[in-house]
């Protein structure tokens, strides 16, 4: 007993050791997911996004532009920001993983953007994608829960807006999320992506796609 907290009775066998907890999950994952598709760096991606997800089916949805992980990883080794459309995402995402301490920057929240969302008649997220300014050029983008901020984040980058390092586009929905995955996989602005087509998608998927790219160790 710790500080007069009790343990119940164990009734059931299960592990409870975390570590081992991760990698039988992911060895169940590379088990029972088609990963044919990837390459051995992306497959990682996939079976981290797969293990947030609890889909062993989400891989036929999963589609990486060929320079995603590359330039993703480039990007937060070199100290890149990573921007978000969701607290939730910020959240997620594990800072030890972070290999130089990047700054994840969430502006949802921001007085502006909810001024300019009321002027501009659109969502706060959306407005929000304007805020990142500048410091976008070069960044990792993660977008898991607004369609509305992928469309502008790439009306942004068409206008001739800065360009970040790569975009994560998973955002979840019935109304713009597969329309905006497609949007960016159709895209000619040469920034590398990485989509979960159809209706899919989440805060907690996009941690899980950043965790990985982060770091190489699966755990």
Request: glycine letters at 10%; proline letters at 5%.
């Amino acid at each position: 007993m710790s500080g007069g907290v009790q343990r119940p009775t164990r009734r059931y066998a299960y592990e409870t050791d975390g570590s081992a907890i991760y990698s039988e999950s992911f060895r169940r994952i590379r088990q029972g997911a088609d990963l044919a598709a990837f390459t051995p760096e992306e497959a990682q991606v996939a079976v981290r996004m797969i293990h947030a997800a609890g889909d062993l089916d989400l891989p036929r949805h999963i589609a990486f532009h060929p320079g995603l992980v590359a330039a993703a990883r480039s990007a937060l080794r070199d100290g890149a920001p990573i921007f978000v459309d969701a607290n939730m995402i910020k959240s997620g995402i594990t800072r030890k993983r972070l290999p130089a301490d990047n700054e994840v920057r969430c502006l949802l929240r921001d007085q502006q953007a909810t001024a300019l969302a009321e002027e501009w008649g659109t969502t706060r997220s959306a407005a929000a994608v304007s805020l990142w300014g500048d410091d976008l050029e070069g960044a990792l983008v993660a977008i898991g829960n607004a369609p509305t901020a992928l469309f502008h984040l790439l009306e942004l980058i068409a206008g001739g807006g800065p360009r970040p390092a790569a975009i994560i586009g998973v955002p979840v929905g019935f109304v713009g999320s597969a329309e905006s995955k497609q949007a960016l996989a159709d895209s000619d602005t040469g920034v590398p992506w990485l989509v979960v087509h159809g209706h899919r998608g989440g805060s907690a998927m996009a941690a899980s796609a950043v965790n990985a790219l982060a770091s190489e160790s699966e755990l």
